[in-house]
């Protein structure tokens, strides 16, 4: 038998069809196209789940059950999206609808959450007891697992360590609070400083690398001009990294995991960000002096790593 797994992004709604293998063996893809209903995107993801089950050459009578993993706090007792602050979503019964639309079970959990347990039963985290997902993404999204189990919380909503305040009093967020992670960490944020830095430098390589057009800036525009030698994008790159591991730095001295690993986009980066977060979770964690320590490295699975964890979620 079949599973489906659905990756809800601020971006892009992406859905597969996973095997016993744990392998995607069909896919269908369709733009998030934000800010719009639940029912709406809820039908899309029928849709892209239509042409991934047509990829994988089978039919829903051999697909056991529709896992979603979508942002914000979800309430696994009755399948509700509590809360999403990126998708306006409140006290969504997101399991109900997309049971009316499948005819299949269906399973719900943080997008985070999944990405988490893709990981870790599939990926980075493959064998290891305590693990946490960070995916840096339109958000900050993590995923915890403490003793092979997800940490899911009272209400649903542990492990939005995107919403830890690193900066007091600093940017808003649109969660309510000032100062989020979220608000430095995120590629959306890597972008706004990218931006930022740009207005102040017209000499900056970085206007060449977009043509000259500020809305064609992306996550990998820094890092492509530092690569250059470009002093601004040195130091656009040289600040994101430090917010990157500031964030890393307290989820290790909270949790002590064996692994951190980091997916997302910006992820694509390799040793350019990972090894210098490292660096800094090195100098400045509070189990310095311990012989054993959290080992912080890339993602595995890619933008596979939610929809093999949703595929896998259960009650």
């Known amino acids: 038998m079949y599973k489906i797994g659905i990756d809800l992004g601020g971006t892009n709604i992406s859905v597969g069809v996973v095997n ?31 042409e991934a089950v047509k990829k994988a050459g089978i039919t829903y009578d051999n697909i056991e ?7 914000g706090s979800i309430n696994k007792s009755n399948g509700y999206i509590e809360f999403s602050n990126n998708f306006g979503f409140n006290k969504v019964p997101a399991k109900e609808m997309l049971e009316e639309r499948f005819g299949k079970p269906v399973y719900i959990d943080n997008d985070a959450n ?26 900050v999204g993590s995923g915890i697992i403490v003793d092979g189990k997800l940490v899911n919380g009272v209400n ?46 017209k000499d900056s390589i970085m206007w060449e690398l977009v043509g000259g057009d500020i ?35 307290n989820i290790v001295n909270t949790f002590q995991p064996d692994v951190v690993c980091i997916g997302g986009g910006i992820s694509n980066e390799g040793d350019n960000l990972i090894k210098p977060v490292a660096e800094h979770v090195a100098r400045e964690r509070y189990s310095v002096h311990a012989e054993i ?23």
């Not at 988490?116 to 946490?132: M, R």
């Not at 649903?156 to 309510?176: K, Y």
């Not at 800036?217 to 591991?245: E, H, L, Q, S």
């Open 20 to 50: 016993e293998k744990y392998e995607v063996v069909g896919r269908g893809v369709v733009k998030t196209k934000l800010p719009r209903s639940a029912a709406e995107i809820f039908d899309d993801m029928k849709a892209a789940a239509d």
């Open 156 to 201: 649903g909503a542990a492990g939005e360590m995107g919403h830890m305040v690193i900066v007091v009093n600093g940017e808003q967020c649109n969660c309510g609070r000032k100062g989020c992670w979220e608000r430095y960490a995120s590629a959306t944020a890597l972008i706004s400083q990218t931006k930022a830095a740009m207005l102040e430098d």
């Open 65 to 71: 059950s529709v896992g979603v993993g979508a942002p």
């Open 215 to 249: 809305n064609k800036v992306g996550g990998r525009t820094a890092f492509d001009a530092w690569r250059r030698g470009d002093k601004t994008a040195t130091r656009v790159v040289n600040d994101y990294i430090y917010y990157v591991a500031v964030g890393v730095t």
């Open 114 to 139: 999944c990405a988490a347990l893709g990981e870790a039963i599939a990926g980075a985290g493959n064998g290891v007891k305590s693990f946490v997902a960070i995916t840096l993404g339109t958000g």
């Open 293 to 315: 320590q959290t080992k912080i490295m890339k993602a595995q699975l890619g933008n596979d790593a939610g929809i093999i964890g949703s595929a896998l979620l259960t009650e």
